[in-house]
Structures are given as C-alpha cells and as structure tokens.
T-cell receptor, first 115, second 113 residues
C-alpha cells in the first residue's frame, strides 16, 4: 500500500516556465511533508518542507502548497532553470506522539528543464 | 563538516558473497537509516536505528542485517548476496528534533553478478 504517491514519473518544461510537481498521500496521520532533490550519482538533498498547520511555504523560486482536505501537495518552481533538472522525491511523516522517526517517500518525478 | 559518509562508493559482488557497507555521521544524530533505490521503486527503507545499540526492520529487510555499536556508525551487511540486491544504497541520519528531515550520504552502487 503506497502511502505517498507521485503519479508522474517524468515532467519536461522549458527554461523560464513554471514546473509543478504533484504528490498525493493516503495516511491521515502525516503532518509534515518534505521535498528532496536528487542528481545522478549523488544522495538526495533537502529542498523545502511544510507543516500541516500551513498551506503554503516559500523559499526563493520554490513554493510548496498543501491541501489537507484533498491530501495533496505540490511543488512549484518558478522560473525553472536547467540546473533544476533532477529527480524530486516527496516525503511525509508525522511528529505527534514522538514515536515515529521515519520518512515515507514517493517514487520520485524526473524533471527535465530544457534550455 | 563531512555529514554522512558511505563506504565503499562502488562494489561488485558475486552471488553468495558477503559484504558490509559502512555509514558514518559526524552530526551526533540519534537516528540512522538504510534505504535502497531501484528504478521505478523510489526509496525503500531497509533497516533503521533510533539510537546506539538499537535496530529495527523497515519495509524491505530480508537478506540484510544491521548493527549500530557506536552512535556515529550504522553498518549494513549482506550475508549471501543475490542479484536482486543489485541496487543503490543510501544511508541517512536525522536528529529527530526541530527539522524532521534526513541528511543523506552519497550512496553505494552495488552490483551482484
């Protein structure tokens, strides 16, 4: 049972345009969400996160939106740059109760930004 | 500041051989994890540890063993390697406080022939 789903294996956009990566989750206990970026032959690196008490978090060109009722989050990259080409993983966890220390990852979306 | 260091970076094993992957972190993190990444499968948790001397099974633990004798090190062992264990292995660590994300190592690419 996949609790974090990234239904688009790949996405291609033009440089300067907006990239929108989507993620859905099924576990209602999740209250903290993260996006990781991964280049080939490197480990994933943290990009941006959002708590369930918010519906938006912004960091430069990257914005994450959370729709709790739909159990959906999205990552917007504006403007997209060729250096953004990478695999993006959505991840989720829950922090209440202090007994969960694990992130659950989606399968990833390969973003290609064309010059 | 090295963060999370994995050794080796590459390895080719023959079926039935054994090996140990080493993960070391210098951030004094309590929690450590081993993941494998396969095409189309994302990151799947093999084993994890919530502190020195503790280990627990993740999503895909079969065929692997782990040990955390020291807080900074987390070892992943393959006792009898199988071709199905060909994968890229990532170690990660987390403080579990404040920021709830992981810091990942750069990975070990393992091929079992």
């Amino acid at each position: 049972d996949q609790q974090v789903k990234q239904n688009s294996p790949s996405l291609s956009v033009q440089e300067g345009r907006i990239s929108i990566l989507n993620c859905d989750y099924t576990n209602s206990m999740f209250d903290y969400f993260l996006w990781y970026k991964k280049y080939p032959a490197e480990g994933p690196t943290f990009l941006i996160s959002i708590s369930s008490i918010k519906d938006k978090n912004e960091d430069g060109r990257f914005t994450v939106f959370l729709n709790k009722s739909a159990k959906h989050l999205s990552l917007h990259i504006v403007p997209s740059q060729p250096g953004d080409s990478a695999v993006y993983f959505c991840a989720a966890t829950w922090r209440s109760g202090g007994s969960n220390y694990k992130l659950t990852f989606g399968k990833g979306t390969l973003l290609t930004v064309n010059p | 500041n090295a963060g999370v260091t994995q050794t080796p970076k590459f390895r080719v094993l023959k079926t039935g051989q054994s090996m140990t992957l080493l993960c070391a972190q210098d951030m004094n993190h309590e929690y450590m994890y081993w993941y494998r990444q396969d095409p189309g499968m994302g990151l799947r948790l093999i084993h994890y540890s919530v502190g020195e001397g503790t280990t627990a099974k993740g999503e895909v633990p079969d065929g692997y063993n782990v040990s955390r004798l020291k807080k900074q090190n987390f070892l992943l062992g393959l006792e009898s390697a199988a071709p199905s264990q060909t994968s890229v292995y990532f170690c990660a660590s987390s403080s579990g406080k404040g920021f709830y994300g992981y810091t990942f190592g750069s990975g070990t690419r393992l091929t079992v022939v």
